[in-house]
Structure formats: C-alpha cells, structure tokens
C-alpha cells in the first residue's frame, strides 16, 4: 500500500502585522509615567511661549505704526489728519492678526495649565490626587483634535482690553489735538469744521468714521463675553464620535 497523503491545511490568510505600538501588552512604571508628562509638560511650554512672543511682536508693530503716523502728522504741522484716521485701519488690522494668535496661544496655554493644575499641583502639595480626575482624558483628546478654546471675538477683546485701548487713546486724542490746531487754531465749532473739511470731503465724514469705530470697539469691550460658555456635552459627544472615526484633525 502507498503512503497515504496529507491533505493540504487550509490557508489561514496572511499572519497579523503589528505594524504599530503595542503599550498595553506590559504595565506602564510610575517613573515611565512621569518622564512622559515631564517631556510633554516642556513641549507645550516652549509652543505656549512661542506662541507669546507673535503676540508682542503684533503688539509692537502696532506702536511702531502709531508712532510713524504721529509723527507724519505733527510734523512741522502741514500735513492733514487724515493721516491719524488712517492709523485706526491700520492699528484695527493688526488687532485682527493679534486676535487669531492669541486663539492659537490660549490653545497651548490651556494645556499646560490643565498639566500644571492636576500634575504638579498635588506633587507640590504632596497630595498626588488630580483635581479632575479626567483631566488626562481631556488633555488625550485635545492632542487628537486640537481646537480652539475660545472664540475669535473673546481673542479680540482680550487683545483690546489688555493693550490696543490705549493705542485707540492715543490715535484719538491725537486726532482732536489735530483737528484744533491744524490748518489754524479753531476757536468755535464752525472752524473745527472747517479744519476737518479736506477737498471735497464734507467735515462730517471724519465724525462717522470715527463713531462707527467707537461703538464697534464699545460693543465689543461690553457685549462680547470675557470666558467662553460652560462644556456643552453635545460637543464632547462629538469629539467622541470624531475620535471613533477615521476623519483628520482640525488644523489649528
């Protein structure tokens, strides 16, 4: 008799690729733990700190600026005001730029406090029990998908309120010192018209121009909240149900 043959095995599929990062097969250490908050702690530091140095760099282009139309318009006193009325577009455009770094900041800066408040807080205290218990989670996600944590118009009257106020100040009371002195001392209403008047423009266009600036920058200093609304659960099932898909990051 022949040697009976061996039916071939089926085919199994291709063998399992582990093709990534396996950390669960083994316990994270305590000190494994430590070393990686240590490193992400200083990661977002420096990004944070960075991300301060745009915003003055913004801030001082905005007094540079100021300080060129200033001296255009005081000089020798023969040029127009409307040199300073143009200051205000100018000073507005770097308050936008100013509003949308601040946003990026605030992003790093929430980071690092939640590091701080639940990590190095209780060490300090020697009471290693995190205030919130999810902070960890929450600091997870955000790394999945950044986004803002506050809103651009609580970036711009954080800005006005901290710096650009006083730039407006200065453009303001430099504008009315302008409009008396220059083209003659103005004594009565009827010649600060007049020296408002430049060609064909009529004296009240500058006084519009400057109103509308004035109760933008007021609606927004009073009717724009300071923090942002309270955690909504609708937005972190969303980030849940983002996480669970396969959908890229928000670029921020």
């Keep these: 008799m022949g040697s009976e043959q ?94 949308r770094r601040y946003q990026m900041f605030d992003l790093w ?13 209780p060490i300090l205290r020697r009471n290693p029990v995190s205030p919130q218990r999810e902070w960890g989670e929450r600091v997870a996600r955000d790394l999945f998908l950044p986004s803002y944590k506050i809103t651009f118009l609580i970036a711009l009257r954080a800005r006005l309120l901290r710096n650009y106020w006083g730039i407006y100040a200065v453009l303001l009371f430099s504008w009315l010192l302008k409009i008396l002195l220059y083209p003659s001392e103005a004594h009565s209403w009827e010649q600060v ?25 007021t609606a927004l200093a009073l009717l724009v909240p300071s923090t942002p609304p309270a955690d909504n659960p609708a937005e972190e099932f969303w980030v849940d149900s983002q996480l669970d898909s396969d959908s890229k990051p928000a670029d921020v």
């Design 109 to 121: 800066r929430s980071r690092v406090r939640k590091i701080e408040e639940n990590f190095y807080g």
């Design 193 to 217: 018209k007049d020296n408002m008047s430049f060609g064909m423009i009529p004296w009240w266009i500058p006084l519009i121009y400057i109103g509308l600036f004035g109760v933008a920058l």
């Design 6 to 99: 061996q039916a071939p095995a089926p085919d199994a599929g291709p063998s399992p690729r582990h093709d990534r990062a396996d950390y669960e097969s083994t316990p994270l250490a305590r000190s494994e733990y430590i070393t990686a908050i240590v490193h992400l702690y200083r990661g977002e530091v420096y990004r944070a700190t960075v991300q301060r140095t745009r915003l003055d760099m913004t801030t001082n282009w905005a007094v540079l600026t100021t300080a060129g139309l200033l001296a255009f318009s005081f000089r020798e006193g023969t040029n127009p005001h409307w040199a300073l009325l143009v200051g205000f577009l100018l000073v507005s455009l770097f308050l936008i730029f100013e509003g």
